[in-house]
Each structure stands twice: as structure tokens, then as C-alpha cells.
DNA sequence: AGTGAAAACCGTAGCGT
DNA sequence: ACGCTACGGTTTTCACT
């Protein structure tokens, strides 16, 4: 990496304005933006693409009813790998990654588990997908469901709280 | 509510196209879209306008790079509830979502307990989080933390290939 | 439904402060 | 570094097929 990757010491309340905005509405004008943080439209865009540039803001993606499109079933799953560490992890992971139903994995241990969020349409499916696929990746010895039964929060915007707060 | 909450029967391929699309890049112009998934300008705004209003797009947000804006931790939480039912518990669900440090919570199973993806700046930060907020929260009985060691997969992108694949 | 054109708006660059 | 101005392109609407 070229540049430091936990300075967040040269944004100042305008860039944390913009971040905040864009994580709420990506899609409102650069005009828009420029109002509500309270700047003109030529600064504020040119900090948008600043932003861009040093990897502040790293897309913008359009946000899914999953009800509405038909994933009923969201689940947390704990896979334990059967050795921990080596090629054998590293090949699981690249397995992993090429599964469209699972939108989130996270290495959480020394133990060699894994943390999935996987989706999919009704419990039937979901039932076939960790019989025929989960269990039949290489090196996994077991796994732990638990069923999302109700969102509390969800969205996924970071906190800005901790900068210049 | 008024529909059907899981009927994603009137999509053909060009909604799942746009859909496939703005999650991947939301602020690309509507003539690129458009050219992309094989329709003219026209037909492809008032598509996209359609998913909006019909609840398919909840919303369009910017992706941040959480370690550049200086959080370093990532960690999912366990809260086990006092009590499961009732009241306390409802209670305890409004308090979570007024953290900001909590970025997603879902209540997963009959015994009371939430699985918490909490964010903060470094390991004390969490530390001080965790002992002085989520343990004294009202109705906690215990919790359990895994930290994220790395992340195999992120970003979410629900997978569409279940829709007419 | 999709097409094509027209008007309003916005993004983008350059210059002045 | 911010703000203003002006141009070129895009979004968005509307009338027509």
C-alpha cells in the first residue's frame, strides 16, 4: 500500500458532512449535497471526488428489499474448518467468496471458524444449500445456523461519530 | 400493509437487470444503464422509478472503507436477553438501535438473544463500549464477542440469480 | 409497452477572489 | 481553498408510434 491505511486525520466537519450525506442518499445532486452541508457546488464536488480518489468512499450501491425479491431466509452461520490454518483455509475461503448466497464471511478465530451471512429464499432452500453445498466444501467439519427471526437494525451505515465529534 | 410483501413474480428480465446493476455501481448515469441491460433512456428511468415506488430499491447509499475512516473493529456480539418475551425486551431492542457503534442487530432465536455487528475504533474503544453501554443495558444477562480477524466476503450484494436464473 | 425530441437541470472546467 | 460563471451533456418530460 502506498499510503497510510488508518489516517483519517485530514478530513475536516465538511468531509464528514459529505460522507454522512452520501451514506444516507447516494443518489441526490451535487447540488443538493452542496446545500445541505452548506457550500458551493464546485468545492463540494471536488471533495466528493477527493473522496473518491483516496478510497474514503469506495462505491455506491443501490439498496434491495430482500423480502421483495424474495429472499424470505437470512442466516448467521458458524463454519468450523477442520485445520485452521495453511492452503486448505485458503482454498475454503476462495470457495467461499464464489457463493452468490452468501453476501458476507468473516475469518473470527484462531480455530479456524468462519462467520457467513447467507440468503436465501425459504428455509427448503436454505436447507439444500447447506446439505449440498456448505458441508461439502473441503475442509469443513461443521457449522452453526442461526436464523435471523426479526431486523432490529440493519442498513449497515457506519458510525462518523468518532471523528472531530 | 397494502401488497404482498414477498411477491417478486412481476419482475422480468430487464427489472433484474437494473437491480443486478445499480448494486453493483448506483451513480452510473441513467443513458449508461440503459445501454448496458439493452433499453432505450426512457423505458429504463420509468423502470427504475417503478422499483422505487413499488419498494424493490429502498434506498442508494455510498460505500465507505471503514479502516480509512479510522475503525479499526469489527466485531459481532452475542446479547444474551434477561428476560425473551415482553416489554424489557422491546425496551432493550430500542435502546440497541439508538447506538450508533451498532450498525446491524437481529434478534435470532426464542432464548433472547440478538446477534450485534458492533464497529469502533480500536480494541480499548470496544472494550469501554461493551462494559460500560451493551453490559449495562437494561434486561442483558451476558455477552459473547468474535472479533473479525479479516473478511473473506463483504459488501452485501444480495445474490438475484434465484429470480428467473 | 418503446421511441425520439425538447426543455430543464446538472456536472464539469476555468478563472477570479 | 472557496465561489462564480459558462458550456456541454444528462436527466426528465411529453407527444407519438
Redesign the pocket.
Known amino acids: 500500500m502506498t499510503s497510510d491505511a488508518t489516517s483519517s486525520g485530514d478530513l475536516d466537519r ?1 468531509h464528514i458532512a459529505i460522507l454522512a450525506e452520501l451514506q444516507s442518499d447516494a443518489r441526490q ?4 449535497l452542496a446545500q445541505r452541508i452548506g ?5 463540494t ?3 466528493v471526488k477527493w473522496l473518491e480518489e483516496q478510497g474514503y468512499i469506495t462505491g455506491y450501491r443501490a439498496e434491495l428489499d430482500r423480502r421483495k425479491i424474495g429472499l424470505g431466509v437470512l442466516a448467521f452461520v458458524r463454519v468450523d474448518a477442520e485445520r485452521s490454518a495453511g492452503s486448505a483455509t485458503k482454498a475454503l475461503e476462495d470457495e467461499i467468496r464464489q457463493l452468490p448466497e452468501v453476501i458476507a464471511c468473516h475469518y473470527i478465530s484462531g480455530t479456524g471458524t468462519f462467520e457467513l451471512q447467507v440468503m436465501a429464499t425459504d428455509l427448503d432452500a436454505f436447507s439444500r444449500f447447506s446439505i449440498n453445498t456448505l458441508l461439502k466444501l473441503p475442509n469443513v467439519k461443521d457449522i452453526h445456523t442461526s436464523f435471523s427471526l426479526g431486523e432490529v437494525k440493519a442498513g449497515g451505515a457506519l458510525p462518523l461519530t468518532h471523528l472531530q465529534g
Open positions: 465538511y445532486s451535487n447540488a443538493e457550500l458551493s457546488a464546485a468545492p464536488w471536488r471533495r
